[in-house]
């Protein structure tokens, strides 16, 4: 897929990952749909419209249902179309197992696969109809592999995994792609909270020995977006960790 003049809806674009993704379509010149749950900063639209294409801002929560169908229908009339959907946003809430309370498991469920669903669902869609459209789940080295203090996180990152699998078997007719990234240690909001200890621990386990920056993951997605023969794939983006599990 050319992606000038295309549309792209970025669940959780307001910083990090999400921003990182916004910003690298915005440089293939295409459109952007910023999303997170509050008000959009007017400045972060703005920045994304200096690179020379629309943008809009799309406030709401993609675990409720209803509101992630209003949130598309919002997108699309704003723009005109979704082309491409990256369900970036997530959340999470590490502790043992034997220390989660069900609300920690069912709320990082909720938001990670639940919402994931939710969006894919309503831009599906739309999709259809237009017989185009690629969609990319970000989903973790932790839904492949496990991680400790992580169950409920990895639990909704692997389901992520099944759910790309099965709906890009299902768009494939339409020629609609679906497929998954799984970054590693990537740097950011999430990383900067880890201790110096833990940081050189999981350094040990990269083969290229760094953590990623949050534009590897972006780059990735431009590139599933662009191609129009794969899907139904996770793209590892972690330095090598996965390879050596």
Same mark, same amino acid.
Not at 79 to 86: H, K, M, R, Y
């Given at each position: 897929?050319?992606?000038?003049?295309?549309?792209?809806?970025?669940?959780?674009?307001?910083?990090?990952?999400?921003?990182?993704?916004?910003?690298?379509?915005?440089?293939?010149?295409?459109?952007?749909?910023?999303?997170?749950?509050?008000?959009?900063?007017?400045?972060?639209?703005?920045?994304?419209?200096?690179?020379?294409?629309?943008?809009?801002?799309?406030?709401?929560?993609?675990?409720?249902?209803?509101?992630?169908? =209003?949130?598309?229908?919002? /997108?699309?009339?704003? @723009?005109? +179309? *979704?082309?491409? &959907?990256?369900? $970036?946003? !997530?959340?999470? #809430?590490?502790?043992?197992?034997?220390?989660?309370?069900?609300?920690?498991?069912?709320?990082?469920?909720?938001?990670?696969?639940?919402?994931?669903?939710?969006?894919?669902?309503?831009?599906?869609?739309?999709?259809? =109809?237009?017989?185009?459209? /690629?969609?990319?789940? @970000?989903? +973790? *080295?932790?839904? &492949?592999?496990? $991680?400790? !203090?992580?169950? #409920?996180?990895?639990?909704?990152?692997?389901?992520?995994?099944?759910?790309?699998?099965?709906?890009?078997?299902?768009?494939?007719?339409?020629?609609?792609?679906?497929?998954?990234?799984?970054?590693?240690?990537?740097?950011?909001?999430?990383?900067?909270?880890?201790?110096?200890?833990?940081?050189?621990?999981?350094?040990?386990?990269?083969?290229?020995?760094?953590?990623?920056?949050?534009?590897?993951?972006?780059?990735?997605?431009?590139?599933?977006?662009?191609?129009?023969?794969?899907?139904?794939?996770?793209?590892?983006?972690?330095?090598?960790?996965?390879?050596?599990?």
């Amino acid at each position: 897929m050319k992606l000038k003049g295309k549309n792209v809806f970025i669940t959780g674009s307001t910083r990090g990952l999400g921003a990182a993704i916004a910003r690298a379509f915005a440089n293939e010149g295409a459109n952007i749909v910023l999303n997170g749950r509050g008000e959009i900063d007017p400045n972060s639209i703005q920045e994304i419209q200096n690179l020379g294409v629309s943008c809009i801002g799309v406030s709401g929560d993609i675990s409720d249902f209803d509101n992630a169908g =209003k949130m598309i229908d919002e /997108a699309v009339k704003g @723009l005109g +179309s *979704v082309d491409i &959907l990256v369900n $970036n946003a !997530g959340i999470t #809430n590490d502790k043992l197992v034997l220390r989660m309370t069900a609300d920690d498991f069912e709320k990082c469920l909720k938001i990670n696969l639940t919402g994931t669903f939710n969006m894919t669902q309503h831009v599906l869609k739309k999709m259809m =109809k237009q017989r185009q459209g /690629a969609i990319i789940n @970000l989903s +973790s *080295v932790s839904g &492949l592999i496990g $991680n400790l !203090g992580q169950a #409920n996180y990895a639990a909704s990152k692997a389901g992520v995994i099944g759910f790309t699998k099965s709906v890009a078997r299902e768009a494939a007719t339409r020629g609609i792609t679906c497929n998954a990234i799984a970054p590693g240690f990537i740097e950011t909001d999430m990383t900067d909270v880890l201790s110096d200890k833990v940081k050189e621990e999981a350094t040990k386990q990269i083969p290229l020995q760094r953590f990623g920056q949050p534009e590897n993951v972006a780059e990735t997605a431009v590139f599933l977006a662009k191609s129009s023969y794969i899907t139904g794939q996770v793209i590892n983006v972690d330095g090598g960790m996965v390879m050596q599990g």
